[in-house]
């Protein structure tokens, strides 16, 4: 249940899933998609020599503040996710073929997301939490990445990683380390946690 009397709750996001994941949880909340050019923020990030969940951090905290300049008083949730193979960052795929390529590059190997969101209100973070679960993909054939690209189609191309775990994509995994929230791109459950505080969520 969410509370009556609070702030009004944004989510400055346009991925489907957080939303939802939101949604599920009951509370009441607006989508705010920010126009910030993350790919220029993310090699400004590279050339100073930034880790990934720094990255990740300052992409979350930069879309926020942009939705937040145009709705004062309201809490602006922003959120980020970068994947991270041994130093390689990946970002969604443009289309089916660099999915292939990309899902082969991670093809027995693991990697971390380093996810970030935070709040923002009134331009200032107020709160922000990072996790970086692990995940190690099997060594599939090329035959079953066919089918699986052919079986899930464009829906591939909505994450870094070119997968959905809640879907098919979880075949494709033979260790996961860490909260299946985050791995989702949002760490749900500290955030209930700072909403339940601010009367957003009820105690």
Partial sequence: MTGSSHAPVILASASRVRASLLTAAGLTFEVVVSAVDED???????????DVATAADTLALAKAQRVSQRHPGALVIGADQILDCNGTWFDKPPDIAHARAQLFALRGRSHIL???VCVVRNGERIWHARAQPRLTMRTFTADFLDRYLEREGASVLSSVGAYRLEGLGVQLFAAIDGDHFSILGLPLLPLLEFLRQHGVVER
């Fill in 40 to 50: 220029e923020i993310k090699r400004s990030l590279r050339a100073d020599g930034a």
């Fill in 114 to 116: 380093a996810t970030a």
